[in-house]
């Protein structure tokens, strides 16, 4: 193609994505009617309370982006340099190609387009370290909760017991260990036929020390961590009666299986409703309030932040480099 019409069509796409991401977020926020729960139950604690709590968790969704920032830009050094501004406006543009691709894969995609062409491909291979780390958190946290759940109540008896505690404990071991030596993905790349030929993208997993994949793994616990806060935040304030503890594991319960199901982020405010109020019917009776606390978190995590990423299509480059 000529560069006009490289141009031309990279406009196209351009206008084309914005216009797709703005229909899709209009269709599904418009008549939300968790989001319009969450406003009414917020509306009854007072306006003090509900300016210093949507305050809170709006900071706490910047912190956790801009952790996420600060670690796809250590992520890519060993492919690219690249500036933390860079980095910033390559995260939330990946985060508004996630909105309308299944299980979040577009947010590689437009992650990657702000790196040189040639580096893309190993771009997403550094990327899924991140995510990995980000999973084995999530199936840790979520594989023990669940056997505290299930024993709870589930009465499944002592050996029962047993057996699921001993089953979630090695599968949150495995996760552990395959992050750990994540460049073991790279030699069975080699093993498998049809794989052998992209094997040289995963190279970059032996270029991850352990060191830079503990500085890693702790920066996704701190995301983590703070996810988990939103949460907590908002459960305590509108459901002032809740047990701490068994609200926290249901929690990563809840982490758990959205991790697992594959949804897309449009439609992920569904999965995260009847989840959670599934989960939290064995400790309280406010479903709707679960229901629309979890909605809440989905609408400030990940479609605020696809809104703003928005601005930032405008600056790909589909066919050559990206501009600063």
């Known amino acids: 193609m ?37 406003e009414r139950l917020m509306h009854n604690l007072g306006t003090q309370t509900v300016v210093t709590t949507l305050s809170v968790v709006i900071t706490l969704m910047f912190a956790n982006w801009f952790l996420e920032v600060v670690k796809w830009q250590y992520l890519c050094r060993p492919i690219e340099r690249i500036s933390v501004w860079r980095a910033t406006q390559s995260v939330f543009c990946g985060l508004t190609w996630a909105v309308f691709t ?34 084995v958190l999530t199936s840790v946290a979520g594989s023990l909760s669940i056997a505290w759940f299930v024993n709870r109540f589930f009465g499944v008896g002592p050996v029962g017991g047993i057996a699921i505690w001993l089953a979630a404990g090695l599968y949150a071991g495995f996760f552990l260990l395959l992050y750990f030596n994540v460049r073991w993905i790279n030699s069975w790349m080699q093993r498998i036929g049809f794989l052998r030929k992209f094997h040289r993208f995963f190279e970059i997993l032996t270029r991850y020390s352990r060191r830079e994949l503990t ?107 990206t501009t600063n």
Request: charged letters at 15%; aromatic letters at 12%; one cysteine or more.
């Open 2 to 38: 000529t560069n006009k019409t490289k141009k031309t069509l990279g406009v196209a796409l351009k206008v084309a994505i914005l216009a797709l991401v703005a229909w899709v977020l209009y269709q599904k926020l418009n008549n939300h009617q968790n989001l319009k729960e969450f």
């Open 102 to 135: 299944p299980n979040r894969i577009g947010e590689y995609g437009g992650r990657v387009m702000f790196l040189q062409p040639r580096k893309r491909i190993f771009g997403v291979v550094a990327m899924g370290v991140g995510a990995l780390a980000q999973l």
């Open 215 to 321: 500085t890693v793994f702790l920066n996704s616990l701190a995301r983590f961590v703070i996810f988990t806060s939103q949460y907590c935040i908002l459960m305590l304030v509108i459901i002032p009666d809740i047990e701490f503890l068994p609200m926290l594991l249901l929690i990563f319960i809840l982490f758990f299986v959205q991790a697992a199901l594959p949804t897309l982020d449009l439609f992920d405010f569904g999965v995260r409703s009847v989840t959670a109020s599934y989960l939290y019917a064995h400790i309280t009776d406010q479903d709707i309030a679960v229901m629309a606390i979890a909605s809440c978190v989905w609408f400030i995590n990940l479609i605020l932040p696809a809104i703003l990423g928005s601005v930032f299509v405008l600056k790909i480059n589909f066919f050559g480099d």
